[in-house]
């Protein structure tokens, strides 16, 4: 849950690069920044108490605004839906089956692929910095930078598969501020960035109301929320695969 996410025991191999430390003193480090990010989104006990996540709002892309709608239930189901001029494309996930459907076709289409792959990802229901242990991923330290004149701490995320990705929290607040992920396709390379901004505080949890999008430093949309609700009645056939 790209949005919506006492601390356990922390155990990872750490590196830090630039900042002279020992392994220990790294380590406490990581907790402490890991820590303050989760207490900032509302801590722990409430993250974990969350069932379901419902969001509405729009995606700005070349001057048109989509409506979209996404909803998330704990362990890992996921639903979001793109309502286009001529047509509604919904992506789901039931956890176990990535699907499509086009309304223009009526005919929902079981995913695979690197997509497919990043759809399953996107439906882990805790946010990383919570789960990351459970997903077999490894966190690292990178160092405390500035970037766009905010002070930030860059901890960088090796996941079982995939692209490896940075993550900036802010060093004030401890939330999420950027998010950099270079992903490799048939020989080409690409840096996809996404800024996090406009904290808003829902049921005593922060929440990103703005989230852009950038490839290669180009911007390439916008997410503007509107409706952002914890713990609301999702039924399970909003998941399925529809038939």
Partial sequence: MRAGRTLVALTTVMTVASVPATPRASAQALDEIIAKNLAARGGVEKLRSLETVKSAGVVEARG???PIATWAKRPNKMRHDRKMPDRTISVG???????????????????????ADATRDEATFDPLFLSYQDRGYQIELVGNETLDGVAVHHLRVTKKNGPVEDHYLHA??????????VMEQAEMKAELRTDFADYRTVDGMQVPF???????????????????????PIDDEMFAMPK
């Fill in 210 to 232: 703005s989230i852009r999008q950038f490839r290669n430093g180009t911007p390439v949309v916008q997410v503007k929320l509107t409706e952002f609700e914890f713990n609301v």
């Fill in 64 to 66: 048109v605004e989509i």
């Fill in 172 to 181: 004030e607040t401890g939330l999420e501020f950027r998010t950099v992920t």
């Fill in 93 to 115: 996930f039931d956890g176990n089956t990535v699907w499509m459907l086009d309304s223009t076709t009526g005919t929902a289409q079981k995913m695979s692929g690197p997509q």
